[in-house]
């Protein structure tokens, strides 16, 4: 999927509310990532490594629409 206009320098974007981190390159379901955007809990990590993510508590999403 395309990355988000906000984040396109991004591969990783997590979501404040249930510490989940997307690989939005990895991403086939572009309504997540659109109600993440539009709900305006978002971020992103420095440096953009799914390890960063994980130090700071979020989880990788593996549910329908990951590949």
Avoid at 1 to 25: C, S, T, W
Avoid at 35 to 47: D, Q
Wanted: hydrophobic share 35%; proline share 4%; aromatic share 12%.
């Amino acid at each position: 999927m395309k990355r988000p206009a906000k984040f396109e320098h991004f591969q990783f974007v997590g979501d404040k509310r249930n510490l989940i981190v997307y690989d939005v390159d990895a991403m086939t379901n572009e309504s997540i990532i659109d109600e993440l955007m539009s709900a305006g809990t978002y971020l992103s990590f420095g440096p953009d490594t799914l390890v960063e993510a994980k130090n700071r508590g979020y989880r990788l999403y593996s549910g329908p629409g990951s590949v």
